[in-house]
């Protein structure tokens, strides 16, 4: 059995999405708890508002101490020019006495993302959360070329060996595809099995 933390930040509901199937992936595996959390926003409400952000979003605002009760903490984050959005990165700046104290060591970590453009920083994004994860102590698991899906040419969509992805339009106007969608289902279910496999 494993406990897995779904952790994400989403302005528009791109990244969201891709939360929300990715834990579904993870509950696919017998035994596997999965839960949905976002990070605090930090934009002012006014500035959100006319931003258009998804305010209202179901998952609960996670808590930094939240994250040593996890077997498996898999974060999802948008881009910000190749890097991780603010307020993902300032939650986990705030995970200082976690990482003293070695309390994340030795967890699976992984990550997912939304880029507006094929090309605008999925992988580099990516790593950016898996740098910090490797810094916790975190063991990384991606997204492997098992999962074929990521191979279609045919198509515009994420998927990288680094973690699932989307390509969410230059003005948000896209929506994850099924292949986006079945590849994070599928890196759910990896992180879960692994996460099982560690904790037995």
Do not use: C
């Amino acid at each position: 059995m494993a406990k897995v933390l779904v952790l994400y930040y989403s302005s528009y509901g791109h990244v969201e999405t891709l939360a929300n199937a990715v834990a579904e992936g993870a509950r696919s595996v017998p035994g596997t708890v999965a839960d949905v959390k976002r990070v605090p926003e930090l934009v002012p409400a006014e500035v959100a508002e006319k931003s258009h952000y998804k305010i209202n979003q179901a998952a609960a605002v996670a808590q930094v101490d939240d994250l040593k009760g996890y077997d498996a903490i898999i974060i999802g984050s948008p881009t910000r020019f190749g890097n991780m959005a603010s307020q993902m990165k300032n939650f986990l700046d705030q995970a200082g006495g976690l990482w003293a104290t070695d309390a994340l060591v030795g967890k699976v970590g992984s990550a997912f993302t939304s880029t507006a453009t094929p090309h605008g920083g999925q992988e580099s994004t990516l790593l950016t959360i898996h740098n910090v994860l490797l810094h916790f102590g975190l063991v990384i698991v991606g997204l492997p070329y098992s999962y074929k899906g990521q191979m279609d040419p045919s198509v515009v969509q994420g998927g990288t060996p680094y973690g699932a992805s989307t390509v969410a339009g230059g003005m948000g106007q896209l929506q994850p595809t099924p292949g986006d969608l079945e590849g994070a289902r599928f890196q759910g279910a990896h992180v879960a099995k692994i996460a099982a496999k560690l904790a037995a």
